[in-house]
């Protein structure tokens, strides 16, 4: 069974930075597309940021400049560097990993929250 762990999250001030981490496991097929959705109280889950297996990135436009995505194909991990943190950041977020026979699999989920 594939299971995906996040960690990293907290509780930081706004222009503080956070390192999210995703850990991948169990047997899948390999991993085509890494990523990173949120989700804010009463907001729909929104994309963040993906990766693919050759290190393509796409950024939502909010994030773009402020975040970093990345992953380590052989040791089925990915990260989400988060550096000027705004208020608008807090959400809860998700790891998000597509297989190469077109599987969705997800995480449960790190709080993030961005406060003075």
């Known amino acids: 069974q594939v299971q995906l762990e996040e960690s990293g999250g907290g509780l930081v001030q706004p222009g503080g930075s956070l390192r999210l981490s995703c850990t991948v496991s169990g047997a899948i097929s390999g991993i085509s597309t890494m990523g990173w959705y949120r989700q804010a109280p009463g907001k729909e889950r929104e994309l963040v940021a993906t990766?693919?297996?050759?290190?393509?990135?796409n950024y939502a436009d909010s994030v773009k400049g402020r975040f970093t995505i990345s992953r380590d194909n052989a040791k089925k991990t990915g990260s989400l560097q988060m550096n000027s943190l705004k208020a608008e950041d807090t959400a809860v977020y998700y790891c998000y990993v597509r297989s190469f026979v077109n599987v969705a699999y997800w995480g449960k989920g790190t709080q993030v929250t961005v406060s003075s």
């Open positions: 990766i693919t297996s050759g290190g393509s990135t």
